[in-house]
């Protein structure tokens, strides 16, 4: 063991000692392959920081990416959470926009103009009928007979005289007029207060219209607010006249499509029939360089038409004809050699496709026209309707029924309080309105002739509801109830409801003064009343009242 570990010992010595680090020689290369070393570690120390540089880089670009990658994913979850949040907001209010249009399409079938009950009515009314002594049937009876009845008479007459002498006229003015270019002047309608019955104001005026055409082969092709195109809300209720050809729609004929030799005729066109170039459209009462008629241009061919034909048949009358207001077409007046005379309004129209609903220029004693977006828009009316539904409801009505007289009376009392305080906002379509309403709502009963004086309170609550809600529906115009028996057409039965109170909304000035005229003229109901009333027994008055009503 001993010899082993010596063995050992001496063979490590040796290796030391024979090392060449320790001891080189001379003639070494020791030194050389040192510098090889060098060079070499160099040269992996430069290729270690050239690899390390471009993992770094890598790893810069990798942990970029990483980010980016990241923002786009929470870009597209943020989109993602927005887009389902405005997913549910849109569905929310689709549905609510839904259930918003069943309930007024309900509510419209409903309760067409909702007339209130009593509770209601005096929930509203209590401030305004507060202190106010309204007349009895008594002294409402004494004033009807003493102040309106008597007026009958007369408004028979005058309509007999004006419609004789108008019918002349417009024969006159057919004559006087170019058939070939001018146009086509139908027979006149009598329309409004004085053939409805109701008028009690003097002087008497009798409203007719007269429709026209334009000459062959021309035709009026009409569009309305409600024939599906969108119009603004300031343009409800009117709509514009086109002036067409009337065989311009006419299919299936070839002479517009081939060139007819010189001996060839279309027996459906003929050569005469062609159109009018667009310079000479201004013939036809349109608007400039457009194919609209135009409601400026209708007045003055109008005026001048009625001047030509009054002086063609002067001479046959002792009387003189001339316009009493310069801004209305028709407004005519009849003056005698005594000194009186009538007033009467001639008004040019124009159909509606086969009803009797009529485009008109203006309407007359009406500031209306002031508010005609253009002259290319007309207003409609349906008058003619309007007195057709008076005339068949009045045949339900029991004998000598009270709406008439309510309209009547209810028109006084506003004309003699405007007098006093100057005009106001409401005018005698908006009293007859409410009349027309109150008369599809109750019963027949409800306008015996002893039940005046409720109907007529009925009215004045109505009225005022109304005014307090800025809403009063036209009585056509949106209403589904219209009979059957009228022949109305379903495209106003369809349409939406037209406001007569709009502009209430827009012109507060306009809102304050009607409402404070209509109060004043609650609080001078008995005076105005009074004021007409010989007082007479009780007993004695009611018998007058069922005679002459």
């Not at 409203?207 to 035709?219: G, K, Q």
Request: proline fraction near 5%; glycine fraction near 4%.
């Amino acid at each position: 063991m001993p010899v082993g570990i010596f063995r050992v010992c001496l063979v490590v010595i040796t290796a030391i000692v024979n090392h060449p680090l320790l001891f080189p020689k001379e003639n070494g290369t020791v030194p050389e392959n040192t510098e090889e070393i060098i060079r070499k570690m160099k040269e992996r120390e430069e290729s270690l920081r050239l690899e390390q540089l471009r993992l770094e880089q890598e790893i810069a670009d990798q942990e970029a990416t990483q980010k980016t990658l990241e923002k786009a994913a929470e870009v597209v979850e943020e989109s993602k959470e927005e887009k389902v949040r405005w997913d549910m907001w849109t569905a929310l209010s689709m549905v609510i926009f839904l259930l918003i249009e069943l309930w007024r399409q309900d509510f419209q079938e409903g309760i067409w103009q909702d007339t209130g009950g009593e509770e209601d009515d005096m929930a509203v009314l209590g401030k305004a009928f507060k202190g106010v002594a309204f007349p009895d049937k008594a002294v409402l009876a004494s004033f009807y007979e003493k102040r309106i009845l008597g007026t009958t008479g007369d408004m028979a007459r005058m309509r007999e005289m004006v419609e004789g002498f108008a019918d002349d006229l417009l024969e006159a003015l057919r004559s006087v007029c170019n058939r070939d270019a001018d146009m086509e002047v139908e027979d006149c309608m009598g329309v409004g207060s004085m053939y409805e019955n109701w008028r009690v104001r003097k002087p008497f005026v009798c409203d007719l219209i007269v429709p026209f055409a334009p000459p062959e082969p021309y035709c009026f092709r009409s569009q309305t607010w409600c024939s599906g195109d969108s119009f603004p809300p300031d343009e409800q209720g009117y709509g514009t006249i086109k002036v067409c050809r009337a065989d311009k729609d006419v299919t299936g004929c070839i002479c517009d499509k081939t060139k007819l030799g010189e001996d060839m005729l279309c027996l459906l066109h003929s050569q005469v029939n062609t159109t009018r170039p667009s310079s000479e459209m201004e013939d036809l009462l349109c608007f400039k360089n457009t194919q609209y008629l135009d409601a400026d241009q209708v007045m003055k061919w109008f005026q001048i038409a009625v001047t030509k034909a009054w002086n063609r048949i002067s001479h046959k009358y002792e009387f003189d004809l001339s316009f009493s207001l310069l801004d209305s077409p028709g407004a005519l007046k009849i003056k005698f050699r005594s000194g009186k005379s009538i007033a009467f309004n001639l008004t040019p129209v124009v159909q509606y496709e086969n009803s009797d609903v009529y485009f008109i220029s203006h309407f007359p004693r009406s500031s209306l026209a002031a508010d005609l977006p253009s002259s290319t828009h007309w207003f409609l009316t349906f008058a003619v309707y309007e007195r057709r539904f008076i005339q068949l409801v009045s045949k339900t009505l029991p004998a000598n029924a009270c709406h008439v007289s309510c309209l009547q009376i209810l028109s006084f009392l506003h004309g003699k309080q405007c007098s006093l305080t100057g005009p106001s906002g409401l005018t005698n379509y908006h009293l007859k309105t409410v009349m027309l309403h109150l008369l599809q709502a109750r019963s027949s009963q409800d306008w015996a002739p002893e039940k005046l004086e409720a109907r007529l309170q009925d009215m004045l609550k109505f009225l005022e509801k109304c005014l307090h809600e800025k809403k009063l529906c036209h009585f056509f115009i949106g209403n589904g109830k219209v009979p059957a028996e009228l022949g109305f057409p379903i495209i106003f039965q369809r349409a939406e409801p037209l406001n007569l109170f709009r502009p209430f909304v827009l012109r507060r000035d306009v809102y304050r003064k009607t409402v404070d005229t209509f109060h004043e003229m609650l609080r001078n109901t008995s005076a105005l009343i009074n004021e007409y009333t010989v007082h007479i027994p009780l007993a004695h008055t009611n018998g007058i009242h069922k005679e002459s009503l």
